[in-house]
C-alpha cells in the first residue's frame, strides 16, 4: 500500500550514500535561498549552496554545495558534504 505522506530520498555525495529512505519533508539551501520538499511536489531541478539539508526535521548534513533532482516523488540530492556529520536535531 502507498504512503502519501512521505516520498523516497536519496542523498549522496562522491564517495558513500549518506541517507536513503522515505521522508515526510526535506528543508533545502537553495541558491536562490532556502526551500522545502514535501510529497508530491512539482517536478525541480535546483542548485545548492552551502548550507545544511534537515530531513523530517530531526537530522542534519551540512553541505558545501550540490544540486537537487524531485521527480516522481522521489528526491535525489548529490552534495560536497562539509566534513561528514550527521546531526541529531
Do not use: T, W
Request: hydrophobic letters at 45%; glycine letters at 8%.
Amino acid at each position: 500500500m502507498a504512503n502519501f505522506g512521505k516520498f523516497k530520498l536519496l542523498v549522496i555525495d562522491p564517495d558513500k550514500v549518506i541517507f536513503e529512505g522515505e521522508v515526510s519533508s526535506v528543508f533545502l539551501p537553495g541558491d536562490k535561498g532556502e526551500f522545502e520538499i514535501l510529497p508530491y511536489h512539482y517536478p525541480l531541478i535546483s542548485l545548492l549552496r552551502e548550507g545544511e539539508i534537515v530531513i523530517d526535521g530531526k537530522y542534519a548534513v551540512p553541505i558545501n554545495h550540490g544540486i537537487v533532482r524531485f521527480f516522481k516523488n522521489e528526491c535525489v540530492i548529490l552534495v560536497q558534504v562539509n566534513e561528514m556529520a550527521f546531526i541529531n536535531l
